[in-house]
């Protein structure tokens, strides 16, 4: 009896040694998928450090439009519904250039800030 029951009491720390790896594994693929808006492009970090501190996911359609139209950004008629793009103007500070990006904000059938994206734009007039 006595070897069935260390048997058993074996098979289960190794269950748990398992979950406990598989846990750790899981959250380790959910910290590093990438974030809404998240850019590899150096020069386009400062706007979306700027989008991610001042227009967080759940922010509604109104303060993201109060947002943009408060600094001058231009927006675009939609073509989607549920979508704002805008284009943004930024000078990178390491360069002393000017860096312009079109950002496309998705908001769910709520009205609020879902994701959004961020594309560089080159060779654009900003007015």
């Known amino acids: 009896m006595s070897f069935l029951r260390q048997q058993s009491e074996q098979r289960i720390r190794k269950t748990l040694v398992f979950a406990l790896l598989l846990a750790v594994a899981v959250?380790?693929?959910?910290?590093?998928?990438?974030?809404?808006?998240?850019?590899?492009?150096?020069?386009?970090?400062?706007?979306?450090?700027?989008?991610?501190?001042?227009?967080?996911?759940?922010?509604?359609?109104?303060?993201?439009?109060?947002?943009?139209?408060?600094?001058g950004y231009s927006m675009e008629i939609p073509t989607q519904p549920g979508t704002i793009t805008a284009t943004i103007r930024h000078i990178d500070i390491q360069t002393v250039q000017p860096v312009t990006a079109r950002v496309i904000f998705y908001f769910?059938?709520?009205?609020?800030?879902?994701t959004y994206e961020i594309h560089r734009i080159f060779n654009q007039r900003v007015p």
């Open 27 to 71: 959250s380790v693929v959910a910290c590093s998928k990438p974030q809404p808006g998240d850019t590899a492009d150096p020069q386009l970090k400062p706007i979306q450090e700027m989008i991610q501190q001042q227009l967080p996911i759940g922010t509604t359609d109104a303060s993201v439009r109060s947002f943009l139209s408060a600094r």
């Open 108 to 114: 769910d059938a709520n009205g609020k800030l879902n």
